[in-house]
């Protein structure tokens, strides 16, 4: 009897059978004593009953019940690309074309490393990021430069997050050929499995950047999550969604520490010199419903009553977009989207 009222805390109780008899109990002037012994003796047996029947229960079913109402929500890739198909030669902008557009060198991030964080597993991208590197000109993929971590020993697979992966792998690659490069594949598209992965990387030696190409509507519960990419040393990127400006900003990009990537239609020249580069009606933003404007914002003048989303924009017309090398083939279309930024 003792060990049942020491114990009956760790239990979930039903709110609506125990209230009944706690009220019973406090009714005091109502009943007579041998009543309420009464009482309190069958409070202490349904306490029992119900401390050993979740005894029967695995923790993790109560730990995944609660976090599937904190933020375990679905999450989305933010690229645009041909559904099926494969292409013998790259279809899109080159990383030479790209680097010429925005002034970027062609090395840079030596002694750094870059973190991709993606759902499910992608086989190929080894030998994808091989043939990618080989016709755009750039350092073959080795264990020095690059590291794939699964989060899980066994990952399924998933053809539209294989596609993002590649695209990330690939262009994180173009743009920092120096760098090393760390994906992190995470068990699933929820996104409590992503924030695991997010958290892996955050303590990895030497990461200075998380890639995160994906997110989901926003939702009150985010605000749990932002310290997360509260990371002195770490900057975290996430694309601003494909849906255009109506539909209003993902998460993780509306939070306050992350960089929110928007898009851009980037007409080039063949030898990749600026023709023009304009908003993309593509490019999702707006004005997050619950991240508070952060100072960086506020000192620039921006007066939005919470956080304004896209922070900077890239390419990501599919109209303009860039070549990929995915599943042993260059996809048979130009890839777009937000998540290319």
Not at 97 to 112: D, K, M, N, V, W
Not at 241 to 251: C, L, M
Request: proline letters at 7%.
């Amino acid at each position: 009897m003792n060990f049942c009222l020491t114990k009956h805390n760790r239990t979930r109780h039903s709110h609506s059978q125990l209230s009944i008899i706690y009220y019973t109990l406090g009714q005091k002037g109502k009943m007579d004593k041998l009543n309420r012994i009464q009482a309190a003796q069958i409070l202490v047996f349904a306490t029992c009953i119900m401390f050993i029947i979740a005894l029967s229960v695995p923790a993790e079913t109560f730990l995944a019940a609660q976090k599937q109402g904190e933020d375990d929500w679905v999450v989305y890739p933010m690229h645009i690309s041909p559904l099926s198909g494969s292409s013998s030669i790259p279809i899109g902008y080159t990383p030479i074309q790209i680097r010429t557009a925005y002034g970027l060198p062609s090395s840079g991030g030596a002694g750094t490393t870059i973190a991709i964080v993606d759902a499910y597993d992608t086989p190929s991208i080894w030998d994808d990021l091989g043939n990618f590197s080989s016709q755009s000109g750039l350092p073959a993929p080795n264990p020095s430069n690059f590291e794939v971590h699964k989060m899980s020993g066994t990952i399924a697979t998933d053809s539209g997050w294989a596609q993002e992966t590649c695209l990330d792998v690939e262009w994180a690659h173009a743009i920092a050929p120096d760098a090393k490069i760390l994906l992190v594949e995470a068990v699933n598209k929820y996104s409590s499995s992503l924030l695991s992965a997010v958290n892996y990387s955050t303590s990895y030696p030497g990461v200075v950047a998380v890639s995160m190409s994906w997110g989901s509507n926003e939702s009150s519960s985010e605000l749990n999550s932002d310290y997360r990419f509260n990371k002195p040393g770490i900057a975290f990127f996430a694309p601003s969604g494909d849906d255009g400006s109506g539909i209003g900003p993902y998460w993780p990009a509306s939070s306050p520490y992350v960089i929110a990537v928007g898009g851009t239609t980037l007409k080039l020249n063949s030898d990749g010199t600026l023709i023009s580069e304009t908003a993309w009606n593509g490019s999702g933003g707006g004005i997050s419903n619950f991240e508070p404007i952060p100072a960086y914002q506020t000192n620039y003048g921006l007066t939005p009553p919470n956080r304004a989303v896209p922070d900077v924009s890239y390419n990501a017309n599919p109209a303009t977009g860039v070549a990929v090398y995915c599943n042993s083939s260059w996809i048979s279309g130009k890839v777009g989207g937000t998540s290319a930024g």
